[in-house]
């Protein structure tokens, strides 16, 4: 048998071992990275859903603008006697009534996502979601170090355990 082949593949075999203590003793470590991404990605999810109750509100505000002049355009209709103005005004307002009826409940219901999610993750307001988020930047590098290390830890510990079965098998 050729020794260097079994030293080699011994000290292979060290090197493995001695690369998943490492991981291991870094494992505390990034747990809490995990966790810090883990309230990143809450926060982010409130973010999102609080752009989108602030969207309906915009929204919102626009058609109660629309139905403000389209009122007082038909006031003026009236004044005119002008029926006919009027009257079309006054659909006017009918439709943008169940435009904004339906945009009423748009905002209530991202409104309830909104505090299901703060509720959810522990958050007391979209505010504090805000002092927890992270830049784009710090999210992607901190989601690839924390991927890289569980790749790196899987990989590591499979080639220790097929060593392990291995020496077992030959004894």
């Not at 979209?126 to 784009?136: F, G, I, R, V």
């Amino acid at each position: 048998m050729d020794r260097s082949v079994f030293d080699s593949s011994e000290e292979y075999a060290d090197e493995l071992f001695n690369h998943l203590e490492e991981l291991l003793r870094e494992k505390d470590a990034m747990e809490k990275k995990g966790c810090r991404l883990a309230h990143a990605r809450a926060a982010r999810e409130i973010l999102e859903r609080q752009r989108s109750v602030c969207g309906q509100q915009k929204e919102l505000e626009v058609i109660d603008a629309d139905l403000a002049a389209i009122a007082a355009e038909c006031s003026e209709a009236l004044a005119r006697e002008d029926g006919e103005q009027e009257k079309f005004c006054r659909l006017r307002l009918l439709q943008l009534e169940n435009v904004r009826a339906i945009r009423v409940g748009a905002k209530n219901d991202a409104q309830r996502k909104l505090d299901a999610a703060l509720a959810q993750y522990g958050f007391e307001s979209a505010e504090k979601a805000c002092d927890e988020n992270l830049s784009e930047d710090e999210f992607v590098i901190l989601e690839a170090e924390i991927e890289e290390y569980k790749r790196d830890f899987a990989a590591t510990l499979e080639k220790c355990q097929r060593i392990e079965e291995g020496q077992g098998s030959a004894i």
